[in-house]
C-alpha cells in the first residue's frame, strides 16, 4: 500500500519508513527538519552519527532498489500538508511529525506554547487536507501512553464502559497527561476523535510506550542508514539514556524514588505496529485507540537491568537517586491494557540481556561523541523559567564553551521559539 | 476584592464587571476587541446599539462613582497579559478572553485554528503569568457544558468517580466536545488541571450553560450601558434568536427535531455565579469544576415557550424544523447535576413568561436593526468550507450589497483569519 510517513526523518519515524518500504510498500516522507534543528537549539547530538536525508535516501535506493519519496515542509503550512496529501495520494498516513519531548515542552512558556500550538495546528491541517482531498486515507495517528497518566484503575484502550448511577455508557478513558507536551497529544486525540465524527474520516491513534532500542533490520544495512540515539535529559528515552551512563561509567540517573511505572517496547516492535495498524484500517468514522508497549517497568527496574547488563561487560555503573525535575507519583499502581496490537499479530521483542547488550555496545562504540554534561536534568516542571538550551552551554565545560545568552527564552506572538519558523 | 475580568467588553464579561462594580469590587477589564471586530468580519451587528468602551466607562462612572480600570490588549501576546497582571494585582481573575462560538469555529480551517491557537494560547499564557506574578490569585474560568457532550450517564461536575475491575479512582469526567470551539474548552481545562497540579495555582472552571436575557440591574441603569445581544446563526444564543425571530415574524429555527437538550441560564445568575465562585476560593492547588446552569431545556421546549408568549403579545410565530447543520443527537439522554453553585447561595432567576416578554420587548424595540439573513445557518458541521462572513453578504440582499470577495477564507501560518493581529 502506499503510506506517507509525516515527521520520517525522526527516530521513531525513520525506522518506520525504511521497515514499511522494506516489506514492499511504497513510501514517501515528509520532514521539516525541527527534529534536528532542536538538536542545535539545545547544544545536542545524537550519539550516532546521523547522515542528511539525501544521503539516507540515496543508500537505502541503492542497497534496496526502492525509492522513498521524500517531501520537504511544514504540516503547520495548510498549503504543504494539503498539496503533499493531493501528490502522495496516500492508503495510510502515518504521523509522527510533532515536538514529542515532554521536558522541551516544560523548558519555559515559549516552549510550552509553541509544542501546543505546534502539535494541535499540525494535527487540525492533516484532519482537513484528509476531508478535502482524501477521505478515505487511513490516519495513523502517534499518541502516547502518557495521557493517561497513572489512574489508580487499570488502563484501558482508549475508552471505558462506566456503570454511573444505574446507566451505562462507552466513553473516552480520563485523561491525566503529565506535561504540556503529554497534554498536547491529548488535545490532538479529542481532536481527531471528532474529525472522525463528524467527517466520518477512520482513524488509529497508537498510544506508545517509552521506545528504546536504536538499530532495526533495515538500519542494520548501512553505516548511512544508521538512526538517531538521543541520550540527553531532554530528548534521551530513559533505558537508552541509562545505557549510554553505563557505557561512559557515570551514574544512571534515576529520578526521585524510580517507582514510576510505564510501559516500554523496542524499537523493532513499533515500526512493526505501525504497519499492523496500516494493514488493518478500521471501518470509516472509526476512531480507534491502540495501546503501543509491550512491557511495564518501573524506573528502577530498567536502571537494574542496565547495571546487571553492564557489570557482566565488567562496567562498573552506580544508580544515583535525584530530585524528580517531574511533578509526578513516584510510586503508584499502574496496569495498562495492551492487547489489541497482539491480536493482530505483533510478536515482541522483549527487553532482554542480549538486546541490552546491543546498546551497551552501540553506547561503547561511539562513546567519544557522549557529551556528559547532557546527562543531569536541568528541566524543573515546578518552574516557570529553565535555563535550557544554548545559555546553559557556556556552563557546561567540555562543549560549546561560546557566549550564547538567551537564545532561547524570547519572542512573543504565537510563542514559537526563535528560529523555528512559521 | 480586586477582580480582572478579561474579555471585559463581551456579552457575559461587561454584565459581570458592572455587576461586581455595583457589589463593592474593585473591577478592571482587558479586552481587544476581538468580539467587535468578528460582527465586522461577519457583517453582523448586535441587535442593542453598544457604545464604545470609553463611554460605557464614563456612564458608569459618572452614575456610581466607580471607576473600572481599562487595559486594551490581547492575551495571546505574553507581554501584555504578564504585566497587565502586574498592574492590576488581583486577587481573582475571570477569565471570559476567548472566541466563543461554536459556528464560527466551524466555518473552515482557517477559524477552527485560529479558535483553538487563540484559547488555549491566551490561556497558557495566563496560567505563566499567575504562575510567574500572582500565584495566589484565583483563576475563574468560563468553560462550558458542551465540553461533556451528550452521555448516556448522569454528569458530574468535573470530576466522576469509577469502580472499574475491583479498582476505584476520581478522575476527570471523560469530555466528547461538539464543534473545534467545545474542543478548545476541553484542551484549556486540561491545561488548567495540570497548571494547578504542578504549580499549586488554583482556579475553578465553569461549565456554563447557555446564557439568555440581556438586562441585568447595573445594564438598565443608563442607554450607554446596554449589552450586546446577539441573534444571528453564529453569534446568537438560541432563545435571544427566538425572541428576535418571533418580534419580527420569522419562523423560529429549530435544528433538526428539536429535541437536542441543553442547560440553561439567565444572564443575571451567570453574573452571580462569577461573584459566588470568586467570593468562595478553592485552596491552593485545587481546580474546581462547577457546572453553571440552572434549568434543561429540548430546544424545540424553548421554541414553544416562545410561542406562547409571542402570541400573548399578538405575534403569531410559526416553527421550522430545518437540517440540522450540526452533527448531534437530535434526542437523547440529558442529566447534568448542577448543585454546587446552589451550595453557595445561588438563587435561580429560572425561566418565566415575565423573562420572555421583556426579551420580546426588547426585541420589539429594536427591530428596524434586525437583519433577518442573519437567521438562517449557513455554518454545515460536515463541510470542510463554509461560505460565511463578508463573501455572503452580497447575497443577503437587504444588507451590505457589496462586493466583498474571500475575505474570510484566506491566510496561511498560525491559521488565524486575516487581520486577527497577532
Not at 511529525?97 to 509544542?115: L, W
Not at 540527553?232 to 549510554?244: H, I
Request: glycine residues 8%; hydrophobic residues 35%.
Amino acid at each position: 500500500m502506499k503510506i506517507f510517513v509525516l515527521g520520517g526523518d525522526g527516530y521513531c519515524g525513520w525506522a518506520t519508513a525504511l521497515y514499511l518500504s522494506a516489506r514492499g510498500h511504497r513510501v514517501a516522507i515528509a520532514d521539516n527538519f525541527a527534529r534536528r534543528q532542536w538538536d542545535c537549539e539545545l547544544g545536542v547530538q545524537a550519539l550516532t552519527p546521523i547522515r542528511t536525508i539525501p544521503e539516507r535516501l540515496r543508500t537505502w535506493s541503492d542497497l534496496t532498489g526502492q525509492t522513498i519519496q521524500f517531501l520537504a515542509g511544514d504540516i503547520c503550512d495548510y498549503e504543504f500538508v494539503s498539496s503533499a496529501i493531493q501528490t502522495v495520494e496516500p492508503d495510510a498516513v502515518v504521523h509522527f511529525a510533532e515536538q514529542r519531548s515532554a521536558p522541551y515542552s516544560m523548558i519555559d512558556r515559549n516552549h510550552a506554547v509553541f509544542t501546543q500550538v505546534n502539535n494541535v495546528t499540525g494535527t487540525l491541517n492533516l484532519l482537513f487536507a484528509l476531508r478535502e482531498y482524501r477521505p478515505d486515507c487511513h490516519l495513523v495517528k502517534l499518541g502516547t501512553m502518557g495521557e493517561y497518566g497513572t489512574p489508580n484503575i487499570d488502563i484501558e484502550e482508549g475508552y471505558i464502559t462506566i456503570q454511573h448511577n444505574g446507566r451505562k455508557d462507552v466513553l473516552p478513558f480520563p485523561k491525566q497527561p503529565g506535561s504540556f507536551y503529554h497534554l498536547s497529544k491529548v488535545h490532538d486525540s479529542h481532536n481527531i476523535m471528532f474529525a472522525c465524527k463528524i467527517w466520518g474520516l477512520r482513524a488509529t491513534d497508537l498510544n506508545q510506550g517509552v521506545v528504546y532500542g536504536t538499530i532495526t533490520d533495515e538500519v542494520a544495512k548501512d553505516e548511512a542508514l544508521l538512526n538517531r540515539f538521543d541520550y540527553d535529559e531532554v530528548f534521551g528515552t530513559v533505558l537508552n539514556r541509562f545505557c549510554v551512563q553505563a557505557a561512559v561509567g557515570h551514574p544512571l540517573t534515576v529520578y526521585g524514588k524510580g517507582g514510576q511505572t510505564r510501559g516500554y517496547l523496542d524499537i523493532r516492535d513499533t515500526v512493526r505496529c505501525i504497519e499492523l495498524a496500516c494493514l488493518n484500517a478500521p471501518r470509516m468514522g472509526e476512531c480507534r485507540v491502540f495501546n503501543q508497549f509491550t512491557e511495564q517497568f518501573t524506573v528502577l527496574e530498567l536502571a537494574h537491568l542496565v547495571q546487571t547488563a553492564a557489570a557482566k561487560m565488567n562496567l562498573q555503573v552506580e544508580i544515583d537517586h535525584l530530585p524528580d525535575p517531574r511533578v509526578e507519583a513516584e510510586e503508584h499502581y499502574y496496569n495498562a491494557r495492551h492487547s489489541k496490537l497482539t491480536e493482530l499479530g505483533l510478536k515482541p521483542h522483549l527487553l532482554s540481556e542480549s538486546l541490552l547488550d546491543s546498546l551497551l555496545n552501540i553506547a561503547i562504540r561511539y562513546k567519544d561523541r557522549v557529551d556528559r554534561s547532557l546527562f543531569m536534568p536541568k528541566v524543573n516542571w515546578r518552574n516557570a523559567r529553565n535555563a535550557r538550551g544554548a545559555k546553559t552551554m557556556s556552563m557546561g565545560g567540555d562543549s560549546f564553551a561560546g557566549g550564547f545568552e538567551d537564545t532561547v527564552v524570547s519572542g512573543k506572538g504565537n510563542g514559537r521559539p526563535a528560529g523555528h519558523g512559521d
